[in-house]
């Protein structure tokens, strides 16, 4: 050991917060008040949102009389008109099959994010069958439920169809694409870049046009099917395209050594691919993956256009009747909440994927 | 398939090879013959062509002319011929290639369950028994990125080893460690060419080749220029271009 303390290891000098806090926001005269300032301002508007929102709001269908001397928020509507937000034009008696189908919706996406299941097989049998269970729940004819065709669905249910059945058509196509693009043959590659950047240049609103309507006339009527299902694999083509773009861009940063080492181990080219190129590309491309789930899941919104009542549809129509029409802010609020918890949650997991991914990663 | 009974003592022999990238000629007339259990340094200059001749023999890249035959099976176009050179002959890389994704016992245990059908059990024994062999079995759950150099270069030599080589290239194995850590790895693969491994080893480690080599082979300029034991070829180089390349190699 050395006698000189000076050179032995030791923590960082702390800085006290107090003077840290001071030496950020009150450094200076103009600092105070620009701190004074924000701090007001910030509290006022927070204050008048929580007093709109919870204090003077009024919550039951039965007070909607009350909203008018009120200067709250009228939750009344959402109390009285939620059902067809969540649901839309689905028949009444029937929105518990709805209620059903959306939570094992929800608990299939939720599963899908638990690491333990990652494997092609586990991922394909919860989704096949998480999505079987929608349908039947959704469409009935079997165990004695009534058959509610697809122009009847509505609402939040409707919408989580919609964004579930474009991801799942998607995400195999998206790799398909990507793997395509990078092909070592030229034909195949420009092939799939052509159609990949054919698909890119059109505005989804266009796609879902031609799908809903100009499609009847071009396909013959056994591959038609239901608008619904031409809309959604119009929407997953294109959801394909751009997310096959981000993985390409997570292939690209792999260095051509991981597949030379899988090469000289002895791997076949679908072991490489899904061993070795594609949990890495995967990794690499995180946060855009996630943001074009996010991206998505609000452009589900557009279906609007070509006759669905998705969620912000139904929103319309709940507050589009007799005393209603005056609380449409309050609708749009609580759609708002809704897609807020959606996406924010899909973020969320997003980040904590990229942290328990970066194990071992510089 | 060839008959066993001369070629069994050929690991390795190169007829007349040329290869081009673009208008690039990076390998001209190469011949050579690599016996089984021979331990062979190949040497030379950047841009000589070293690496591509080794990447040549377990076909991460083709040949235009001549033969090339490999444990009595010639390298063409025939896919299943490939796949089954390919998992006889290891390969170690510069850059390690380790699998980032994986723990170092799933870099080693990947291609025995998948390629060599082993059980997940099995291969697990094998990979702790090389790990143990290249002294690093205490780091078996941990990540690639967890590593240092040499310990990941280590990985790398046990992952080819789990297969089971014939033959086990080494291209440039220590160049991109740091100076500490080179010795770690070439005492691993003395010891490797002590058990009588068929090596060939692209590498600049005048020691080891001296130590472990049965021949160096000086390419420059896509040729074979000058091949000797090693005590000659270091101490009395005959060609002019060997005697410039070791004084510039030996000068410090």
Redesign the interface.
Known sequence: MTPTTERAYRAPPSVPFASRLKKSLFASPLDCFITILCAVLFTTIIYAVVDWAFLSSIWSEEDEALCRESSGACWSVIDARHRIIFFGLFPYEEHWRSTLACIVMIITIAASCLPALWSATRLGLLWVSGFGIFYMLMHGGVFGMTVITPERWGGLALTIFIFAAVSLLGMPLSVVLALGRRSKLPVIAKLFGLFIDFFRSLPLLTILFTAAIITPFVLPGWLQGDKLYRVIVGFAIFFACYQAENIRAGMQAIPPGQDEAGLTLGLNYWQRVTRILLPQAFRNSLPSIVNQFVITFKETSIVTIVGFFEILASGSAAYGTGKWTVHYIEVYVFIGVIYFLFVFSLSRYGAYLENKLRVGHD | MTDNSGAQTRAVSMTDVNKWFGDFHVLRHINLTIDDGEKVVVCGPSGSGKSTLIRCI?K?EDHQEGIINVLGTELNEDVANI?EI??E???V?Q?F?????MTVLENCT??QT??RKKSRKEAEEIAMEFLHKVRIPEQST?????LSGGQQQRV?IA??LC?NPKIMLFDEPTSALDPEMISEVLDVMVSLAEEGMTMICVTHEMGFARRVADRVIFMDEGEIVEQNDPHSFFDNPENERSKLFLSQILQH
């Open positions: 377990c991460l796949d390919r998992r002959v290891g390969m890389f850059q290639n380790l699998f980032p994704h990947l291609a998948l390629v941990k990540y690639p990125g967890e790398a992952r080819s297969m």
